[in-house]
């Protein structure tokens, strides 16, 4: 219950191309669904986050959609740019005790020029 | 922005010996301190959480007494490696909490420190 899904492993996408990376979580209690950021040798940037009563969260070419009856959400990169290649993990919290972050298992993404 | 300094960013030692990594807030004050470790191609795990003054809470499989956690202020916790071997090299990651963003939000993470135990 604890665990957050995360998929594709690794994506390759085209300079201008969308980005499309998707999570999966089981616990309902889960109420802060965080997307980092990692480049390589660095610590992860917190790059967009969402709670569950909205639907949706923009941030420039960055977007969040989250759908709270079917436990998913998912991190789209607009016009996407060889310096968005990076790895980029959802995370899930919830209010409570030591409120700590459950990574996904990572995507790897590559944006070629 | 909120600030966490990781010291050192990278760091070699001989099996056997201890090493100590830093984790300072720079402009606020954590309440509650995390510690993870990253193998290559691999995602983040959570070694332990630790809030000022108290003992920290290890997970699961965490060798208490290998990793040794302290978190005596609101901006400085230190995690040390004892005895560290080969396969302790890792990459070394903290988060710290922000505690007056309410939570569970303001989360802020180090650089990392990559060990390497030769």
């Known amino acids: 219950q604890q665990q957050v899904k995360q998929s594709p492993q690794s994506l390759i996408v085209q300079k201008g191309g969308i980005s499309i990376i998707n999570c999966a979580y089981e616990?309902?209690?889960?109420?802060?669904f965080p997307w980092y950021q990692q480049f390589p040798g660095k610590g992860p940037a917190l790059l967009i986050a969402i709670r569950p009563d909205v639907s949706e969260k923009k941030e420039g070419r960055f977007t969040i959609s989250f759908n709270k009856s079917a436990k998913q959400f998912s991190l789209h990169i607009m016009d996407s740019q060889p310096g968005d290649s990076a790895t980029y993990f959802c995370?899930?919290?919830?209010?409570?005790?030591?409120?700590?972050?459950?990574f996904g298992a990572g995507t790897r993404l590559a944006v070629h020029p | 922005g909120a600030v966490v300094s990781q010291h050192p960013s990278w760091v070699i030692c001989k099996s056997g010996t201890s090493v100590k990594i830093e984790c300072r807030s720079l402009d606020f004050q954590a309440t509650t301190m995390f510690w993870y470790r990253q193998f290559p191609k691999q995602s983040l795990m959570l070694m332990a959480t630790s809030n000022e003054g108290s003992k920290a809470t290890y997970e699961q499989g965490v060798e208490k007494d290998k990793f040794l956690i302290n978190h005596a202020s609101l901006t400085l916790s230190t995690l040390t490696v004892t005895s560290a071997h080969p396969e302790d090299s890792s990459f070394y990651i903290c988060s710290a909490r922000d505690g007056g963003t309410p939570t569970p939000y303001g989360y802020t993470f180090g650089s990392g420190t990559r060990l390497t135990v030769v």
């Open positions: 995370a899930a919290s919830r209010a409570g005790g030591y409120n700590k972050l459950i």
């Open positions: 616990n309902t209690a889960f109420d802060y």
